[in-house]
Nanobody, 126 residues
Framework: QVQLVESGGGSVQAGGSLKLSCRASTNTYNMRCMGWFRQAPGKERERVATASADGDDIAYADSVKGRFTISKDDAKNTVYLQMNSLKPEDTAMYYC???????????????????WGQGTQVTVSS
């Protein structure tokens, strides 16, 4: 069983930045896909950003393109989400997820991801 633990969330003003971290209990290079998802109260969980094991297949939701960057440090078993120019609509619980099989990480349905973290809250005030 793979455990994922997110950190780095918090409250910021619009236009600010946060960097989220996700530490895995296994080598992140062994995961086919790593991803960040978010869910606001009363809304369904949505994909934010995903990355393949080799880092060549990276995808972002249209709403965060140009503002968010996903990256990995396999030596630290950690995936990051750099969030810049934050907007109030970015407010949500952010979850880290990992998938052990498959391709096209950014296009796969959410049930493609086998493991999920507990989430870290991001709140952006206007």
């Amino acid at each position: 069983q793979v455990q994922l633990v997110e950190s780095g969330g918090g409250s910021v003003q619009a236009g600010g930045s946060l960097k989220l971290s996700c530490r895995a209990s296994t080598n992140t290079y062994n995961m086919r896909c790593m991803g960040w998802f978010r869910q606001a109260p009363g809304k369904e969980r949505e994909r934010v950003a995903t990355a393949s094991a080799d880092g060549d297949d990276i995808a972002y939701a249209d709403s965060v393109k140009g503002r968010f960057t996903i990256s990995k440090d396999d030596a630290k078993n950690t995936v990051y989400l750099q969030m810049n120019s934050l907007k109030p609509e970015d407010t949500a619980m952010y979850y880290c997820a990992a998938a052990t099989a498959g391709i096209w990480c950014g296009q796969a349905p959410q049930d493609f991801y086998n493991y999920w973290g507990q989430g870290t809250q991001v709140t952006v005030s206007s």
